[in-house]
């Protein structure tokens, strides 16, 4: 590796600058702190949490407030079934509270501001420290070394960039891959293109960039194997596809390694958060970042889920003291991991599922995540069928979607007996499907794309919950009777 020195002259073992020195101290550490016994880093995490719990309640107005109001002085976190009463904190409230949110001492450095703007439209605003950034690099810089990385590389990545370039394409040009590496090391450079641009526009790019390693949204990458796979284009050059932002569909990994020959390594990250949990170097699962983060996976009792189990994801951003995040739920499922074969002690969570706006409730009550792009690498996908590009899947009654579809002709009726078919098979429920041919569609505010979206409304949603719950508990009474007569 070709480490920067500030002395010219003493470049082996070379001096990094000041901060280059704090990541490296850093990285030194993490790389210890992974492999401690999971109790330990438990044991850890709980500590953190009562600390940045007694900030929040003494100097952060929306905690005052809140927790005084459910009967929490600052003294009153002893154990894990205290912090278990803890509210938890909703999307909602930090759009609507976002002042109050803000500790009124600062500390920890300058803050910077950071803002996505959702699916709903409505933006999110959070602030970050100069610790909050530090971590962020460090733990960014783990998960090369986890995967063993060639920093000489050239990385490309395809995402929402901020500003234009005169020709009204956007694309950016840096000399190194960016802060977690800029001062301890020399790397290749980096490359940016647009997530806007179109598929042939990318795939241009991506052929004349010829990268190491791409970085983009699982959705992009589906589209980029299957166009240059048609158009008989490579990168020969590519090491390894990163995901971020969306779901990742198992099925992309196989369609990967069969057109490009490459694994694909998969993040779990927000922009309110920061990184929450990281693809194991060995496994397919994931291991949260647990020195930054705590994370919590909640039934629907708000009780921990156990190994095997799906539940909500909950997250405390440990080191945020500018604006502390406790117990917020992020809007996300993920299924609990047990301990991982590589022997890292970090927490393991097996696999995200999906989004809450994502998951689909049928009219029983039941949810499911409907996997529309099953099949996605036989070609028998909704898109696979012979005239549709590209569709958009809504749930807009209990029993009925909307498949909006981009289509090269209207279908013959044997094919939308065919969508209908796949639909069912998708929600495990005979869905009535309302077909509608569009020019194109959007991609959402954040440049994600979701090809599945719940548009229930609250109250129906609730409602038909109820329902399952009721049905739920006569099954048990039932069963319960049945047990006893035996
Ligand atoms: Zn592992």
Redesign the pocket.
């Given at each position: 590796m070709d480490f920067l020195s500030i002395i010219p002259g003493v470049d082996w073992p070379a001096l990094p600058n000041a901060r280059g020195c704090q990541l490296l101290a850093l990285q030194f550490q993490l790389d210890r702190s992974q492999w401690l016994p999971a109790v330990e880093i438990e044991r850890q995490q709980a500590r953190l949490a009562e600390r940045l719990y007694r900030h929040a309640i003494l100097h952060v107005p929306y905690y005052r407030a809140t927790y005084a109001a459910a009967g929490f002085r600052p003294g009153s976190i002893r154990s894990i079934d205290d912090w278990l009463r803890l509210p938890i904190l909703r999307r909602g409230d930090l759009q609507a509270r976002f002042e109050d949110l803000q500790c009124r001492v600062k500390e920890h450095g300058e803050v910077s501001l950071s803002m996505t703007t959702g699916s709903s439209g409505m933006p999110t605003r959070t602030v970050g420290t100069a610790v909050t950034r530090i971590l962020w690099h460090a733990l960014t810089l783990r998960h090369h070394l986890w995967n063993n990385r060639d920093f000489s590389g050239k990385l490309a990545t395809i995402r929402a960039l901020r500003e234009r370039d005169k020709t009204g394409r956007i694309e950016e040009r840096e000399p190194s891959w960016g802060s977690a590496t800029a001062d301890i090391l020399r790397t290749g450079p980096l490359v940016a293109l647009d997530i806007h641009t179109s598929v042939d526009e990318q795939a241009a790019w991506l052929v004349r960039e010829d990268p190491d390693y791409l970085l983009t949204y699982p959705s992009i990458a589906v589209e980029l194997i299957q166009y240059m796979d048609r158009n008989g284009l490579r990168l020969p050059r590519l090491r390894e596809l990163r995901t971020f932002g969306e779901l990742l569909d198992p099925r992309l990994r196989e369609l990967c390694q069969r057109n490009w020959g490459v694994p694909v390594v998969d993040g779990y990250s927000s922009q309110e958060v920061g990184y929450i949990a990281q693809q194991?170097?060995?496994?397919e699962?994931y291991?949260v970042q647990a020195e930054s983060v705590l994370v919590e996976v909640l039934d629907d009792e708000g009780r921990p889920c156990q190994p095997g189990a799906t539940g909500r994801v909950v997250v405390t951003t440990l080191h945020n003291f500018a604006m502390p995040l406790i117990r917020y739920e992020i809007g996300d499922y993920a299924e609990v991991g047990d301990k991982?074969?590589?022997?890292?002690g970090?927490p393991?969570l097996r696999r995200i599922v999906g989004r809450q706006r994502n998951l689909a409730v049928l009219p029983d009550g039941r949810t499911v995540w409907p996997c529309l792009s099953d099949r996605l690498t036989s070609g028998a996908s909704l898109s696979g069928l012979p005239p549709i590009r590209q569709y958009q899947v809504t749930q807009i009654e209990p029993d009925a979607v909307e498949v909006k579809a981009v289509a090269a002709r209207p279908l013959t009726e044997v094919e939308e007996d065919g969508v209908r078919a796949l639909v069912a098979d998708a929600f495990g429920w005979p869905m009535r499907v309302e077909l509608k041919y569009v020019e194109r569609i959007e991609r959402g505010p954040g440049g994600k794309f979701e090809e599945y979206r719940c548009h229930l409304a609250p109250d129906v949603v609730d409602r038909l919950q109820r329902l399952r719950k009721s049905n739920h508990e006569r099954t048990a009474v039932l069963s319960g009777a049945s047990q006893a007569a035996g």
């Open positions: 194991c170097p060995e496994t699962q291991h991982c074969p590589c022997g890292r970090l393991v």
